[in-house]
């Protein structure tokens, strides 16, 4: 998915977008449960999640809140503390029994989602901690508002004035709120600022250069002014001020981090059990790298012959076809081997990524929101080389794009990943789905389908089976599975100790001895793993898809078919597999 400036949306949970409206409860029972459940839901949104998400809803399509900004105060966390704490009381008196399957479903991961939120607010205390999710944090706001032409340009600006207006006061509380932070948020919060910068001073005033009101570009001059000198005295203040007394501890210990996981992704295996998982996973890819990299030239080492892949690429001119032309095949392949259903003949919009997203994302995929009326294509966004860019650096840029990442990133970003899965939205087995969404499904999905499309025989046109360019190709999808299961790693041993206690150091250089990655995408790794703690949900939901697939075959024996499989999985939404899992194979049992 797209990369930006991460903001912690404290109203939100894992990947929550917003809905107007629950649809009605299935059953009627005599007290009354599915009916309560419906409308506590639908006055949740209202109350709880709405008011404090409002960049949140903006990008779920929902642009009354488009001039509204997050607030930290104390008051308002407190606030929503309390609104939180009511809601959770009252939907745990529920009786999930009362409601059919579905619903009660529903009703967990909706419960979930509160009390992820409530230990985001009370625990982690982002807000007090990392000085990043208030630069990068009105970065994202305002990205909100100009990614997607949903409005006149006129009518976005005169919005986003107004919420600019509401930044320096922000970044000023931000100096009350950050008591001890650690000191790797505020070295990655000052790293970044001078984009976060950048984009105010460029990004911004470009994304709105076909606005033609007079009254509104004038105010948005003086608000946009305003916020650039507010992050320069930001930038400031955490230099001189903040970071030599930023001391705190970025690890979230081991009763943080299991509640966590069991909240967003309802995983409660033990942490232990679950390194002993990522650790197999692990070196059972790299042992599969090096038969193949053997394979290719017995006479290199598998680094040797990951290095001559990354110089396999299309010319940067031709990148945009390479894409296209992967598209045609992928629907093809996906059709006539009978992968999953795509519900709509509508590609995604292929283009060159736009100027203020060139610096945080090399390839996104940007669905609109599920309650977008006005600006409904979707766009698959990628990177080119910049004109004025030395001949090293197009080297570097394009090594991304080798002959194994463009099929991995076509079929993660778009066929059959999280394109399709969009394309299944309206589907889904109901709104709350939309609504929150586990990362182990969303991600665990998009993921699974890389190694699953060239399992089932797919290639790219021109490439034959047991070549050296297939080979090659099955090497790159094999090191983005290596990344992700070093990022299962880390992500336990930095935060838990569970296994041995990591430093950044260390965590680092397992990226690059274990997952196969460079140092400087290591160092890049490990930093977002500081804040990202739940960032092995990528293997992990692959692992559990995996799983699920298996014991479904094994239930179902001849008569199970794959697509049958991966059309179930959509209709469930974006819930958690154990969700999930229950739905398709009717227990309780283990999702790994």
């Not at 996973?281 to 006479?299: G, M, V, W, Y």
């Not at 977002?528 to 092995?536: C, I, N, P, V």
Request: hydrophobic letters at 40%.
């Amino acid at each position: 998915m797209r990369h930006l400036p991460r903001i912690i949306l404290l109203a939100a949970a894992a990947t929550a977008t917003l809905f107007p409206t629950l649809a009605p409860a299935q059953r009627v029972s005599a007290d009354g449960s599915p009916q309560t459940f419906t409308f506590l839901a639908n006055n949740f949104l209202s109350e709880a999640l709405y008011p404090f998400s409002p960049t949140a809803g903006t990008g779920a399509g929902l642009h009354e809140y488009d001039t509204r900004l997050e607030d930290y105060s104390p008051a308002t966390i407190a606030k929503q503390i309390a609104i939180y704490r009511s809601y959770e009381k009252k939907i745990s008196a529920i009786d999930g029994s009362a409601l059919d399957a579905p619903v009660a479903a529903d009703r967990e991961i909706l419960l979930s989602s509160i009390r992820s939120t409530l230990l985001t607010l009370e625990t982690i205390r982002p807000f007090a901690t990392n000085p990043d999710n208030y630069s990068s944090g009105i970065t994202a706001s305002a990205f909100s508002i100009m990614e997607r032409p949903y409005a006149p340009a006129n009518t976005r600006l005169r919005a986003l004035v107004e919420r600019e207006k509401l930044m320096p006061a922000l970044l000023q509380e931000a100096r009350t709120n950050l008591k001890n932070p650690p000191h790797i948020y505020t070295e990655i919060a000052i790293e970044q600022v001078d984009g976060n910068i950048s984009f105010f001073q460029n990004d911004v005033p470009s994304a709105f250069a076909d606005a033609t009101d007079p009254e509104v570009k004038a105010a948005f001059a003086k608000s946009n002014a305003a916020v650039i000198a507010a992050l320069k005295d930001y930038a400031a203040w955490m230099k001189s001020d903040l970071l030599p007394r930023s001391n705190g501890d970025y690890k979230l210990g081991t009763d943080t981090y299991r509640k966590k996981l069991a909240y967003d992704e309802m995983v409660d295996i033990p942490l232990d059990r679950l390194l002993e998982i990522a650790t197999a996973d692990l070196h059972k890819n790299q042992a599969e790298f090096a038969r193949i990299a053997k394979e290719i030239d017995p006479s290199k080492t598998p680094q040797q012959v990951l290095a001559e892949l990354a110089t396999i690429h299309p010319a940067p001119d031709q990148l945009l076809n390479t894409f296209r032309d992967q598209f045609s095949s992928l629907i093809a392949f996906i059709n006539t081997h009978h992968i999953i259903t795509i519900p709509s003949k509508v590609e995604p919009t292929l283009e060159e990524t736009p100027p203020f997203m060139r610096a945080t994302t090399q390839a996104s995929m940007d669905p609109p929101g599920p309650f977008e009326t006005h600006s409904t294509k979707a766009y698959f966004n990628v990177t080119l080389p910049e004109k004025d860019w030395t001949p090293a650096h197009i080297a570097e840029h394009m090594a991304a794009f080798n002959v194994g990442t463009v099929t991995s990133t076509a079929v993660h970003e778009a066929y059959p990943g999280h394109y399709v899965q969009f394309l299944w939205m309206p589907q889904f087995s109901s709104p709350i789905r939309k609504v929150f969404g586990a990362s182990t499904n969303i991600e665990g999905w998009a993921h699974y389908c890389e190694q699953m499309m060239l399992d089932e025989g797919y290639l790219p046109p021109g490439t034959v089976a047991g070549s050296k360019e297939a080979k090659l190709i099955r090497l790159g999808q094999l090191q983005d599975a290596l990344l992700r299961d070093a990022r299962f790693v880390v992500s336990i041993r930095l935060h838990t100790g569970v296994g041995g206690a990591l430093t950044i150091a260390q965590a680092a250089e397992l990226f690059v001895k274990e997952g196969y990655q460079s140092p400087s995408i290591g160092m890049i790794e490990t930093k977002r793993g500081t804040s990202d703690a739940m960032y092995l949900y990528y293997t992990l939901g692959k692992l559990q898809i995996m799983k699920l697939r298996a014991d479904l075959q094994a239930q179902q024996g001849s008569s199970f078919s794959l697509q049958a499989f991966h059309d179930s999985l959509m209709r469930q939404g974006f819930a958690p597999i154990k969700v999930v899992r229950k739905a398709m194979l009717h227990n309780d049992s283990p999702t790994l």
